[in-house]
């Protein structure tokens, strides 16, 4: 927290995406902690440079040292710090840690999720349920859909925009093309262990810690909802 409202210094990646000092300094404190611990596992990380070595350990950190980036530098409170461990291709353990809020996320395969210590789940289905993300790929739905959905303000951390469909903030969430592992690993156990599922336009839950970390439009929730939404997904491919 040293780096947060202090201006640390941001440069821009392309496409214009911002990185500070803070995501370094994590990203290299997160990578020295927990390597040691398991130098066995492989490493996949926004802020580390990616090595297909990785590929050859049975185990992957899959890190994201500030997930909502921009928040962070802009002095708000929506930033996590997000942490999975994916196996075979699906995470099995991960955690979302959001200092400024005093919220931490945590789920293990099989063992639920939970928010501080309290198991969460999805939402139970509301008659109008409320729908995250790009304004375009909702108003994509189609009119009846629409029509029965609520919007909410745009939260652009993608960890804990699906952290709040986990714990039934929210009913659901879109996701714009070009999110990457590091983004999703652990909301994607969170969300999977509260009863909510990530998937893709073919209606797949993710494959993870692939040679290729970047993923097209996907939709994350649960129930028919999700089935409305994934089947507008391929028109953004």
């Avoid at 440069?11 to 066995?40: C, I, M, N, T």
């Avoid at 790009?134 to 994509?140: C, F, L, Q």
């Amino acid at each position: 927290m040293r780096f947060f409202k202090q201006s640390p210094e941001v440069w821009w990646k392309e496409g214009q995406s911002p990185v500070s000092e803070a995501d370094y300094a994590v990203d290299k404190f997160l990578r020295e902690h927990l390597l040691q611990a398991r130098p066995d596992y492989g490493w996949l990380s926004e802020e580390t440079t990616d090595n297909l070595e990785r590929m050859q350990n049975a185990r992957t950190f899959v890190v994201d040292p500030i997930d909502g980036t921009r928040a962070f530098i802009e002095g708000k409170a929506t930033w996590c710090v997000s942490i999975g461990i994916v196996e075979a291709g699906r995470p099995i353990a991960g955690v979302l840690d959001c200092p400024v809020k005093n919220e931490i996320f945590d789920a293990a395969a099989g063992g639920g999720a939970r928010l501080n210590g309290h198991i969460i789940t999805v939402a139970p289905t509301r008659s109008e349920p409320a729908v995250g993300g790009p304004k375009t790929m909702i108003d994509a739905l189609d009119h009846a859909d629409r029509r029965d959905f609520r919007s909410v303000t745009y939260v652009p951390s993608l960890a804990y925009r699906i952290a709040m469909v986990a714990r039934g903030e929210i009913d659901a969430t879109f996701v714009k093309p070009n999110s990457h592992d590091w983004d999703l690993a652990a909301a994607d156990l969170i969300l999977e262990e509260a009863g909510g599922m990530v998937v893709d336009a073919t209606g797949e839950r993710l494959a993870l810690a692939t040679a290729n970390s970047k993923h097209g439009p996907l939709a994350a929730g649960s129930g028919a909802l999700l089935g409305k939404m994934t089947r507008i997904l391929p028109r953004f491919r």
